[in-house]
Nanobody
């Protein structure tokens, strides 16, 4: 059984920073792409950032220059460094990974940006 567990969410003031982490555990043979998605209340889940197995990254336009996705293949983890946070970044953030050929999601971590 493969599990993805996120950590690092919380409450931060506008302009602040947070670092989210996601650790994959279980019987893991291969992790391909990994990504962070988010879902705000009343809105659809959206892709925030994606990183391939080779380290290529892409971001949704609204977070470019502020968010950075990275991965540590030795530790089966992916991170999302979020800087210059805005109230509109408030959402539940979900980690997703393609592990052993299957698609897995974490349980989500709340990020609230408010003064």
């Amino acid at each position: 059984q493969v599990q993805l567990v996120e950590s690092g969410g919380g409450l931060v003031q506008p302009g602040g920073s947070l670092r989210l982490s996601c650790a994959a555990s279980g019987r893991i043979f291969r992790i391909n792409d990994m990504a962070w998605h988010r879902q705000a209340p009343g809105k659809a889940r959206e892709l925030v950032a994606h990183i391939s197995s080779g380290g290529s990254t892409n971001y949704r336009d609204s977070v470019k220059g502020r968010f950075t996705i990275s991965r540590d293949n030795a530790k089966n983890t992916v991170h999302l460094q979020m800087n210059s946070l805005k109230p509109e970044d408030t959402a539940v953030y979900y980690c997703r990974g393609t592990v052993n050929g299957g698609n897995y999601w974490g349980q989500g971590t709340q990020v609230t940006v408010s003064s």
